[in-house]
Structures are given as C-alpha cells and as structure tokens.
C-alpha cells in the first residue's frame, strides 16, 4: 500500500481520493503509476502461490485503483475491478446459490433487474421484487413465504434507487438480512463513498458502476466490488478470473486519475443539484419533483441518518401541456436544451438528462413522463438558464 492502514484510516475521504495509490515514495519513482501492458509475467512457482502470473489473474495497473477504492469504502481489503457495471453486477449475483432467493428493488438499475429477471426465467434464481423503501415489505419478502417457502438468500439494495431516488433504511434491512441467513449487496453509485458506506452500515458487498463518478469524465466502462470479508472477496475474484470480466489496463489507469477530483466534483455537483431542485420544485410544468436533499421529499428524514449529502441526481415529472403528453412534454424539453446534453449514464462533470422511458427495458412503473437529470460541474446559473428556457419553450 501506498498509505499506511493505520495512516489512511486518520486522514479524510477527500484526501484519499488523492493520496492513496501512488507508487513508493523512493528516489525517482513516478508520482502516478505506470500503464502496464503485458499479458503474461515471469514467474517459475505454481500460479496462485503469489506470482501474477497471467494478464486474466492480475495486472499492476489495477492495484492502485482497487486499493483506493477498498479504503474509500471503509475496507481494510483492496477492492476488485472489472471490466463494467454489469460484470461487478454478475460477479456480485454468483454469491448467490443455485435457486436460491433473490429480493430486489422493483426500482432498480434496469440492467441489474434485467439480468436478475433472465436468471430467474431460466430457473438459475428465484427473484422477488420489492418497493425497498418500505421496511416492512422488504421484511416480509426475506422471510419464508409460506410452509414450503424458502428465506432470502440475498438482498440486492440500492439507495438512492435509480430512477426513483427511493431511500432504503440500509441498516434495519441489512440486519433484517442478515438474521434469515441472507448475504447483502449495495449499490452504491449514486451516492459515491464520500456520501454514503454501505459497509459501516452492515452490507458486505459493496457495487459501483466505476464509468459513473469514480471514474467521473464519461471516457471508460468499468465496475467494482469491495467487501471486508475475506472469504467473500476470495469468491469473487475467483469469478473475476473464470469470467474473464477483467478491467483492460488502461482504462484501470483513467479511472485513476477520474478518481483524484472525485471529492471536488461531488461537491459541486451536489451544491448544484440542492439549488437546482429547489427552483425546479417552483416551476409550474413540473408535476412533480424527487432530490433527497429537498424537505418535503419522502426520503428525506431517512437519508439524512445514513448519508453526508444529497447526490447529484434530480428527477422531475413534466406535466402535460399545451396539447403535449407529459412524455411527449418531456421529448420536446430535452430536444429545447442547448448546455445540458441528451445522453444517458450519469456521474460525468457534464449535465446529462433523458427521459427514462425511452429505453425499452426501463420497468413499466416508471412514470413514462420522468426525466433523470445528472447534475454537473457547470455554472449553476448556466444550467439554471438553459433548463429554464427549454421549460419557457413549452408554453402552457
């Protein structure tokens, strides 16, 4: 390491980010670690006894990186990386063994609910989605459902959910879990480790989605685990290298250095997103509006015990207009923007918004009228002008 644990675990999140996983402060070391580009490494033991051995196993370049990301997280273990979201998402689903019982946010990640779906319909899982904001049902769908039922064999958690923004009590369910046998996964994407850590809040595998804000610049396709127990992370790196769901060198190296801002661009993401929202509340084609941060959203309260901000994701509900669904209000907003850009992903120092809906395997119950906006590091009074004139250009 880098930073001594002892060392590390006295200094804040924010000089972390910068501090640790650089090379050995020896004479003419390189201040960022290098790209390695092999494929295969000298070595005369048998694979496994320490030797890296071969470019599927391991690679210099993700060391930096995975150590980061494990103290971020509050991890006295490195973290593992892979080569998207989804693989961390696949690597984090074979925990789970065969037939056993998946409970799941019904406003999730599409693709994590896609993939959990597919397994399920081929009879790999039993799957149960559920509102994870309300406790009780969470509860409920842990425990055996019936005499011949089976208890949770996993609980998939995601707070904020995306897109809903639905806050999970992530502690009472994690313990809820953990009392009928269940092992618990959290994706922490939204939130960042600087805003939320599963970990000290009971989950033992933590998920990123690394292209979002770790990596921060919309330039690379990456995921990642963390977890502190050792037995679990052996299983999952296991999986990593059977799979092949490796990390490609030198995008392990950009989401390095994405990391190092990552503090900065939190911050002023999330002051954005805060002001963003409160006038956006005002406005009146919005019909409705989600943001942890505001007073009167339903998550609010709950969020504040178990993060240290808000996020950088505001979603609003258009309202029909001027002979215009609200879906159709919604398309003709984003096509009126000029600095916000249509794109999908989020987490990026550019302002991304879309409509949700448009994407075919967005589940049914998200409002067809719902659009995601992914706060930047913009001018605020920029992007306050721009969404203002698309919403003016709607008329009603």
């Known amino acids: 390491m880098s930073l001594s644990e002892q060392y590390a675990a006295s200094l804040s999140a924010e000089t972390v980010v910068v501090a640790a996983g650089r090379p050995a402060r020896e004479r003419d070391e390189p201040v960022n670690p290098p790209i390695v580009l092999s494929s295969t490494y000298f070595g005369t033991g048998a694979l496994g006894d320490g030797d890296r051995g071969y470019g599927r196993y391991s690679n210099p370049t993700w060391d930096p990186f995975e150590e980061a990301l494990g103290q971020l997280e509050g991890s006295e273990l490195p973290g593992l990386l892979y080569a998207s979201g989804l693989a961390a998402v696949s690597s984090a689903l074979s925990l789970l063994p065969a037939g056993g019982v998946l409970v799941m946010p019904s406003h999730s990640y599409a693709g994590s609910l896609v993939m959990a779906t597919e397994l399920a319909q081929k009879g790999f899982l039993e799957l149960r989605t559920v509102d994870i904001t309300d406790t009780d049902a969470v509860k409920a769908q842990l425990a055996p459902q019936g005499p011949d039922a089976k208890a949770a064999r996993m609980l998939w958690l995601e707070s904020p959910t995306n897109p809903m923004l639905g806050i999970a009590d992530i502690r009472e369910l994690t313990a809820a879990a953990h009392r009928v046998g269940a092992i618990v996964v959290t994706d922490n994407t939204f939130s960042t480790p600087l805003v939320q850590q599963p970990l000290s809040l009971g989950s033992d595998v933590v998920l990123h989605s690394v292209t979002k804000y770790l990596a921060g610049h919309s330039d690379v396709v990456l995921g990642a685990l963390v977890t502190s127990n050792p037995d679990i992370r052996a299983a999952l790196l296991h999986h990593r290298i059977i799979h092949g769901g490796i990390a490609g060198p030198f995008e392990a190296w950009l989401a390095l250095r994405g990391l190092r801002t990552l503090a900065l661009r939190v911050e002023r993401s999330q002051a954005s997103a805060a002001v963003l929202a409160e006038r956006l509340s005002k406005h009146p084609l919005i ?35 001027a002979g215009l669904s609200g879906a159709d209000a919604a398309d003709k907003l984003v096509r009126a923007l000029q600095l916000w850009l249509p794109a999908t992903s989020l987490g990026g120092v550019e302002s991304l918004i879309e409509r949700r809906r448009r994407h075919a395997a967005e589940p049914l119950s998200v409002p067809d009228n719902l659009v995601r906006l992914s706060v930047g590091i913009e001018n605020i009074e920029d992007l306050w002008a721009d969404l203002k004139q698309a919403l003016d250009s709607l008329g009603g």
């Open 287 to 321: 019909d409705s509006i989600r943001f942890p941060g505001l007073p009167t959203d339903p998550g609010h309260e709950r969020a504040k015990t178990q993060m240290s901000g808000f996020g950088s994701i505001v979603c609003v509900q258009i309202a029909p207009v």
